[in-house]
């Protein structure tokens, strides 16, 4: 069994910055994906990018590569989401995501873990 724990959310002004972060601990297996997604109200769940443990391989939604970078610390199987330049539409529930496998997706059928999720909400 593997624990996700989303931290770093909260309320922000547009332009404004926020940095999130998603613990694993458990039984992480060696190689895995963990992902960021985000989920608005009435909408579906959208994906925003995961990264490979440990390689590092990524994957990006292309919208999100200039205000939004993933990073990781695999000694403490954490990954972070650095979030710039918010704008009123990126409010929104943010999970974090875990596939026991070595090769990023962005559907959500195909990840193993889910945290519960932080909120965003970013004030125009």
């Known amino acids: 069994q593997v624990q996700l724990l989303e931290s770093g959310g909260g309320l922000v002004q547009a332009g404004g910055s926020l940095r999130l972060s998603c613990a694993a601990s458990?039984?992480?297996?060696?190689?895995?994906?963990m992902a960021w997604f985000r989920q608005a109200p009435g909408k579906e769940r959208d994906f925003i990018v995961a990264?490979?443990?440990?390689?590092?391989?990524?994957l990006y939604v292309d919208s999100m590569k200039a205000r939004f970078t993933v990073s990781r610390d695999n000694a403490k199987s954490t990954v972070y989401l650095q979030m710039n330049n918010l704008e009123a539409e990126d409010t929104a529930v943010y999970y974090c995501?875990?596939?026991?496998?070595?090769?990023?997706?962005?559907?959500?059928?195909?990840?193993?873990?889910w945290g519960q999720g932080t909120q965003v909400t970013v004030s125009s």
């Open positions: 990264i490979n443990m440990p390689d590092s391989i990524t």
């Open positions: 995501a875990l596939r026991n496998n070595g090769f990023p997706t962005q559907l959500v059928k195909d990840y193993d873990y």
């Open positions: 458990g039984r992480t297996p060696s190689r895995y994906t």
